[in-house]
């Protein structure tokens, strides 16, 4: 029984982190479905939101504003805009003018912009780990209380809860609006859906918009669930949320979702059973050992090479 | 030689090859015609193992070759060209030669960072190969040039020649005359023939259009939509009534 | 066309302000377990206002301005010339790399300890460069881990050291030999991949690497690293003030003049340029040998390379093994350089810069790829007061140089084969 409860307890952390995971994948997968190329910035879009919500949130606490809702929405508000703006103007600027040459240099370009966008924010904030308060507490408790306890914290809640949501929104945009429909055009054959009159670069910063917004919502997510952010924050977490992408299909959106659950759950079966240290070579082997049996993904679609 | 039965290839819900079956003998010029979209280059794609078929057995000299690596399918003496000629464009014409000849050289990394004997007298073996290649397919002079410059039929001989150096028994063509003016395109002819006589090797040919390959091939096989439609002599082929329907209906 | 202008520059505008003004402008700061908002002096609040209007500005007027930048007359003055011959510009090659290892070698006798110090450490990046440049300039593959097989050849000369007592010579080719092993044992499976996938899955076994570094501290020491490492000997000479090793000899008392500890540092430099120079050499030989060709071929087409019985996996896997090498060579040297080494030296960043290193000098070029390890290692140095900037200026260097001039700043120029005329 108590091994079952803990079982559970794993269970539940890993699904938590993995369905952050897989709203920072979305970003990845997303504009590697339609340029093909991997946005190595998009980790640092996700620390920054995670920022701007510590900041909005410690603005609110100092003007008085103590009503729990409002803070969490004003700061959603505020992560999201300003994460937003910056994956377009980060397309904009170090995208967009390499787009179409050799695919080492938008990468490179990513790479760079990384870089900068870390340093940025450490040059501005410090380089320190700052604390995140817990705004959301309490939670509910399984098992008798002299022995383990399993716990679903309220945080825990709201993530699954906010990641579903966010989930079903994209799934109707994707498949229902215009602008969905000429996304899936785009990522099928950019250069057809350009002859055919979409604005390519229109729904191209879409794309990142909608990542990037995604990411701010993980941010400020994850922010609360661990309780502290630092410049770095973003790096591994883009990492993970890129692997989980690959582990799932990069391109399938279901696919990410699918990932970044694995993803988690195996960190946290590691962290639980053999040693917190561990979890990150885990993940990478595991990320290995699928490409290995299958190079596209768990949800990719094969493809056939033009000869 | 070759001996292709019951090839079938699927991608998904679409079945581009259906049942296709042919033989190449020794010595013989064999070609596979058809309509736009018949199915020709996958079956090309499917024998030199490019693709892995879904159905069917190939046999190259008697051994089951089907779902082999490209490149060990190509080590066993077949070789083939492409319909969109693929050079190493940024190399140069002799290069391009010398890549293909990798087997014949020494590739020992300490004697070639040593400069042996045997490593230099391999490589001067392989250029002289390249050079006596290129001036049987009349691109000598053009030796030292990029191979991207060249004019489109020149890409074509080099391309045939970067299959020939590699001396198979069997040279596979996917629409060699595809591009080409009418004069080019005698010559070409002239060549491929010209290397079944002089070099023992066996031809199988893809072609779009029936009147070229008419006065070179041994045997045609024609196939439609995946499908085999009619095989046998030229003659044969020529008065076969489903052919006739097929290419007369097409145009 | 003037309004949608106007909107456009408006827009960006505004988003200048809203990228930098919450994270420059609101700056948190702990007090105790608390945190609060401070914020930014009007200095910064200023340079961010100048900044949108600026943006402002050069959106609104942006046709004008790359109308008249395009207008500007070009200021390469080498952009038209015509191409220089092979044989030719062989030579000069050749001159200028003799002039540069005569430059090398004489030089270190001249300035500071410290210089000398900086010159070996370039001296280092130079080979992982050189290394890294055979597997993505040359194969065409990217590795994103290559700071993994540094690591591997760095810890194998620690670990042999403190445990066996083995010295620099020995420990070379071994660390060396252990980092290619580990690059054939990841590549065989990875190499399958496509090109992106690759990327990342390196990127992936480099952080594993790492990790396994710090947390395995019963071998390694984990993160407070090992130290002590020795530095190379000469011939059996040591350069200390007394003997380490029995049966060694001390430099010093050998040719018999004073003991300097300059020596130490010249030698080290001495050794490091004699192993660049090496690598520089037998590279520059693999490209020109049927291996260097296949990975060119593979490279520029790989469909018509595998159809003339190249094996993919096989080519990748020489190319990826013998840019392993050459950082395990690097590492080796590295470790006696320090005498102390932890995974902190061995971070993604290091990979990130040693591939700028390869970007910036110009993918395949190998003296393109020299000059720029001195730009990217030396120029931060001489810019200490900006060292606070020094990662977001090299971060917005790489991205500028992507859309500026992406070729490098030598962009590699093949050295044909030729046929000579038959008699």
């Known amino acids: 029984m108590q091994d079952l409860l803990y079982f559970l307890q794993q269970l539940i952390n890993g699904l938590t982190i993995g369905s952050a995971y897989a709203l920072i994948a979305i970003g990845y997968t997303m504009v590697y479905g339609i340029i093909g190329m991997i946005n190595f910035a998009h980790g640092e879009i996700y620390m920054i939101g995670a920022y701007t919500a510590l900041i909005t949130i410690t603005g609110l606490a100092a003007l008085g504003i103590a009503w729990l809702p409002l803070i969490l929405i004003v700061a959603l508000i505020c992560a999201v805009l300003v994460s937003s703006s910056m994956g377009w103007a980060v ?41 995140f308060p817990a705004l959301i ?20 809640i709201t993530i699954f809860i906010t990641t579903l949501i966010c989930m079903t929104a994209l799934s109707l945009f994707i498949s229902r609006s215009r602008t969905g429909r000429a996304c899936r055009a785009v990522s099928q054959d950019l250069g057809m859906a350009n002859l055919l009159g979409i604005d390519t670069n229109r729904i191209i910063s879409a794309t990142f918009i909608i990542g990037a917004s995604l990411a701010a919502v993980a941010g400020l997510l994850l922010g609360m669930y661990y309780g502290s952010i630092d410049p770095l924050f973003g790096f591994i977490a883009g990492l993970k949320a890129f692997t989980a992408a690959v582990l799932g299909g990069i391109g399938s959106i ?27 070579v885990v ?25 | 030689m070759l001996e292709v039965r019951n090839l079938s290839m699927r991608f998904g819900g679409l079945l581009a090859v259906d049942q296709v079956s042919l033989d190449v003998n020794e010595h013989e010029i064999v070609s596979i015609i058809g309509p736009n979209g018949a199915g020709k280059t996958t079956v090309f794609n499917c024998i030199s193992g490019f693709y892995s078929p879904t159905g069917g057995t190939i046999r190259f000299q008697g051994e089951e070759v089907q779902g082999k690596p490209d490149y060990k399918i190509s080590r066993l003496g077949m070789v083939r060209t492409f319909q969109h000629v693929r050079l190493f464009n940024k190399m140069t014409v002799v290069e391009n030669l010398l890549v293909a000849q990798h087997r014949h050289l020494n590739t020992n990394l300490f004697s070639g960072l040593l400069k042996t004997p045997n490593y230099r007298q391999r490589e001067q073996k392989a250029l002289d190969r390249a050079a006596y290649w290129l001036d049987r397919v009349g691109l000598l002079e ?10 489109y039929g020149q890409q074509r001989r080099l391309e045939i020649a970067r299959c020939m150096v590699t001396e198979p028994t069997m040279l596979m063509l996917d629409e060699p005359a595809a591009g080409l003016n009418p004069a080019e395109t005698r010559d070409l002819n002239h060549l491929i023939v010209g290397l079944k006589e002089d070099y023992n090797v066996s031809v199988l040919l893809i072609e779009h259009d029936m009147s070229l390959v008419m006065e070179i091939s041994d045997r045609i096989n024609v196939i439609n939509q995946g499908r085999p439609l009619a095989s046998g002599t030229p003659e044969e082929v020529r008065q076969n009534d489903d052919v006739i329907k097929a290419y007369l209906g097409e145009a | 066309m003037a309004a949608q202008n106007l909107k456009h520059a408006l827009f960006c505008a505004i988003v200048t302000l809203v990228i930098s003004y919450p994270i420059l402008g609101l700056n948190l700061v702990a007090e105790g377990t608390k945190v609060v908002l401070e914020g930014a002096d009007t200095a910064t609040v200023i340079s961010i206002l100048l900044a949108a209007v600026a943006v402002f500005l050069f959106q609104l007027f942006r046709d ?80 994103l881990g290559y700071v993994a097989f540094y690591a591997v050849g760095a810890y194998t000369f620690a670990l042999l050291y403190q445990y066996f007592n083995i010295s620099f010579w020995v420990a070379l080719p071994l660390g060396a030999c252990l980092a290619a092993l580990f690059g054939l044992m990841l590549g065989f499976p990875v190499l399958r991949l496509r090109g992106d996938y690759l990327a990342i899955v390196t990127l992936g076994f480099g952080e594993i690497i790492r990790i396994l570094l710090n947390n395995m501290t019963w071998l390694t020491g984990g993160p407070n690293g090992i130290g002590g490492i020795p530095d190379p000997t000469l011939f059996g000479m040591e350069f200390g003030r007394r003997v380490k090793e029995e049966g060694n000899t001390l430099f010093h008392e050998v040719f018999n003049i004073s003991y ?32 260097g060709r296949s990975w060119e071929a593979l490279r520029e087409d790989e469909i018509a390379a595998r159809s003339l019985g190249l094996s993919r996996t096989s080519v990748k896997l020489s190319a990826f093994t013998i840019g392993a090498f050459f950082a395990g060579f690097a590492g080796t040297v590295f470790a006696s350089k320090q005498g102390f080494i932890s995974p902190e030296s061995f971070v993604f960043l290091e990979s990130a810069i040693i591939l700028a290193i390869v970007v910036l000098g110009g993918m395949g070029s190998q003296i393109g790829v020299i000059l720029a390890a001195v730009a990217v290692i030396i120029l931060p140095e001489l810019a200490r007061e900006f060292s606070e900037y020094r990662m977001l200026l090299f971060g917005l260097a790489m991205v500028l140089m992507m859309i500026w001039r992406p070729q490098g700043l030598m962009p590699m120029r093949r050295m044909h084969i030729e046929l000579k005329k038959q008699e």
């Open chain 1, 91 to 131: 397309e904009r600027v170090a995208y967009r003018p390499v787009r179409g040459r050799h695919r080492l240099i938008p990468l490179i370009s990513a790479i760079g912009m990384s870089i900068f966008l870390q340093n940025y924010v450490h040059l501005a904030q410090g380089s320190r780990n700052i604390g």
């Open chain 1, 137 to 156: 507490q309490g939670g509910f408790q399984f098992g008798s209380p002299d022995s383990f306890q399993t716990s679903i914290s309220y945080m825990q």
């Open chain 1, 254 to 280: 279901p696919g990410a979702m699918l990932g970044g659950l694995i993803l988690g759950v195996s960190e946290s079966m590691t962290s639980g059973y053999l040693s917190g240290e561990y979890k990150d």
């Open chain 1, 283 to 307: 993940s990478f082997g595991l990320l290995i050992l699928i490409l290995l049996f299958k190079p596209t993904g768990l949800l990719g679609k094969p493809e056939v090479e033009k000869i």
């Open chain 2, 142 to 151: 053009l030796a030292n040039r990029e191979a991207g410059n060249l004019a």
């Open chain 3, 64 to 143: 004008n301005i790359m109308g008249s930048m395009g207008k500007m007359p070009n200021l390469n003055p080498f952009a038209n010339r015509e191409p220089m011959e092979q044989s030719k510009r062989q030579r000069l090659d050749t001159i200028v790399l003799v002039l540069l290892v005569v430059g090398a070698l004489i030089w270190p006798f001249f300035v500071s300890r410290g210089s000398v110090d900086l010159a070996t450490l370039v001296l280092i990046y130079i080979m992982l460069a050189l290394g890294l440049n055979v597997v993505v300039g040359l194969a065409g593959l990217l590795d």
């Open chain 3, 260 to 291: 300097s500890g300059n020596h130490k540092i010249i030698v080290l430099y001495l050794i490091a340029l004699v192993l660049a120079l090496f690598t520089a050499v037998v590279i520059r030989r693999f490209t020109k040998m049927p291996v």
